[in-house]
């Protein structure tokens, strides 16, 4: 029978202390620690109780955690030479660090990791410094306690459904990376319309009302209200990828509220408005360049002449939609009358290391970074590389790489502020010729227009400087430039009570990624929540990760949120 909670809480200390005595082995004192803390309103927050007792231990103390656990034994590798490679790896890392590896028994979804993963982990491990390798060597001893936690209290059901759910949405993916077990979806694909009928039929099993396919392939599902006439709720994310891509990024926004409804229909039970759930068919601009294309259609903002963009295969947008048996003409009756809508909020992978390295399994998001692209062509004089002095050279090159250095140190001076040089070339160069020519992108992010605005300024009356004092000439092209999404201050709010109902800290943080919401704030209240990524919260790559644990508290989260809203006055 699994322990409770309440039984935990109401244990005498010897009796508390031998129950969870197992999950720390041979530190007793990060259980005593963490049960002066009692009573735990939940078990996410026993977790965190847990952590938070080695994360304030004295560095000693930790260091000494990690060295009194046993070496493990694998049983995972498939064959004589993957177990000599493990074998000669954990010889290798203990020589190296002074301790055994430490692996959590099983991986993201409580299953046990494969053997060719368990291997290109470890040696990407021995290449991290001590200091990193510790930190990785406790949260795996963290993971490893949660999922003792399991035994005692119960798996995640809700967050592993969703989990599965990813995993067989991952099956479809486009010819060339399909063939090479790489992800990648893009816009109206053989692979996109069966993730659009997938999900479809997902949202169908989980009890939605009205389920269809927009006039641009927008996956829309609506699970009524208890009355008519009610206002409506608008969530989800996109299912296109980047390519190469992770599982995560963006469909765990549709995943999160599909479980809710079903959660819902389940229990027989409707709210004072209608929830909307959207899978965005469109999002990364990866075959047409229409980023944000399946939002965007619902605020009126489908340009005419992306219709005529081809991709590298010479097939037209207009010609991909009717291939899809979509209806260009009907695109235009897909905007969205904000007086109908409550808001929009949405559910999102963080995409990043923060909350991974601070040990917190959900971020409350502040604001959507603003981003302004230019692409940069710098012009001085192609010379020969052993007979011009170095005092005569209008080299195109070390401008860039000087604008590049400064670009770091200005971003660097506001916390939030971010700059990429992404792109950096020297068209036709030779390695015996001074450069004349050099082509880069500049990509500058901020979380309020101002703060964006400031770092544009600075950054660009930095290239005219250093163009000026190298005697070269430059040329400059706006691509792109996306405001900021400020999280609605009531819907931000909510976010925070619905984490802090879960028992784990309410941490806020902004987003650095653009996301949908960033569409649906010109016409609408947003806010969104993030859930840690493992791996370092690396995305937009086959190791993005999250574990059933997170997704859970982020769909209890969300289902908090919803019975919250329910009850508000102003519906």
């Known amino acids: 029978m699994a322990l409770t ?7 005498a200390p010897a009796e508390a ?42 560095p000693d103390d930790r260091l000494a955690l990690v060295r009194a656990q046993p070496a493990m034994a694998f049983a995972c590798a498939a064959n004589a030479e993957d177990a ?80 599965d759910w990813h995993e067989q949405l991952s099956q479809h993916s486009d010819p060339g990376y399909a063939e090479k077990g790489q992800l990648t ?35 829309v599902g609506r699970y009524r ?3 008519p006439g009610a206002p409506t709720l608008m969530t989800g994310s996109h299912y296109d990828t980047v390519r190469n891509a992770g599982r995560y990024d963006g469909r765990l926004g549709i995943f999160v509220p599909m479980a809710c409804v079903r959660e819902l229909h389940r229990q027989g039970r409707r709210l004072p408005y209608d929830l909307e759930v959207i899978g965005f068919a469109e999002e990364e601009g990866q075959r047409y360049r229409a980023t944000f294309l399946g939002s965007g259609a619902l605020i009126g903002d489908f340009k005419p002449e992306w219709l005529d963009q081809k991709d590298t295969g010479g097939i037209a947008m207009r010609d991909a939609m009717a291939h899809a048996g979509l209806r260009v003409e009907d695109i235009a009756g897909l905007r969205r009358d904000p007086a109908r809508y ?17 040990g917190l399994p959900l971020g409350v998001v502040t604001s959507i970074n603003g981003c302004v692209r230019h692409q940069v062509q710098i012009l001085g004089m192609a010379s020969h590389a052993g007979t011009t002095p170095m005092d005569r050279r209008r080299d195109a090159a070390l401008a860039a790489a000087e604008l590049a250095l400064f670009v770091e140190r200005r971003a660097a001076r506001h916390g939030d502020s971010v700059g990429t040089v992404g792109m950096l070339e020297v068209p036709s160069g030779s390695i015996n010729v001074v450069p004349g020519e050099c082509r880069f992108s500049l990509d500058l992010r901020a979380p309020s227009d101002a703060q964006r605005d400031a770092l544009v300024g600075d950054v660009l009356a930095e290239l005219a400087a250093i163009c000026q004092r190298r005697g070269l000439r430059y040329a400059l092209e706006e691509t792109m430039r996306a405001a900021a999404a400020p999280s609605d201050p009531r819907w931000q709010q ?66 908090s949120l919803l019975d919250a809203l329910a009850t508000e006055t102003t519906l």
């Open 494 to 559: 909510r976010w925070e009570r619905a984490v802090d109902a879960q028992g784990v800290p309410v941490y806020r943080m902004p987003s650095g990624a653009g996301h949908d919401a960033m569409k649906l704030h010109e016409i609408m209240p947003q806010a969104m929540l993030f859930v840690r990524g493992q791996n370092a919260g690396i995305s937009h790559n086959p190791r993005e990760s999250t574990t059933s644990d997170d997704i859970e508290l982020a769909t209890l989260a969300m289902l």
């Open 185 to 219: 979806v893009t816009y109206l694909t053989d692979a996109h319309r069966a993730c659009a009928q997938r999900i479809l039929e997902g949202m169908r099993d989980c009890g939605f009302d009205e389920v269809g396919i927009d006039a641009v392939g927008n996956v």
């Open 84 to 163: 000599a490679r493990l074998a000669q790896l954990q010889a290798d890392y203990t020589a190296r660090f002074g301790y055994a590896p430490i692996v959590a028994p099983r991986g993201a979804r409580g299953t046990e990791p494969v053997g060719s993963q368990l291997l290109e982990d470890l040696a990407r491990r021995l290449d991290n410094p001590p200091d990193a390798e510790l930190e990785e060597a406790l949260r795996q001893l963290h993971r490893a306690a949660e999922l003792g936690l399991h035994e005692q209290f119960g798996a995640p059901a809700l967050g592993n459904d969703i989990w």
């Open 5 to 11: 909670l309440a039984q935990l809480n109401d244990a």
């Open 225 to 227: 209200a208890d009355r």
């Open 17 to 58: 202390q031998a129950l969870l005595a197992h999950l720390y082995p041979h530190a007793p004192w990060v259980a005593e620690h963490a049960l002066q803390t009692r009573p735990f309103r939940s078990v996410a927050d026993l977790r965190q109780r847990l952590r938070q007792a080695v994360d304030a231990a004295a």
């Open 342 to 358: 409550l808001g929009f909020v949405e559910v999102h992978i963080e995409q990043g290391p923060v909350l991974y390295e601070l």
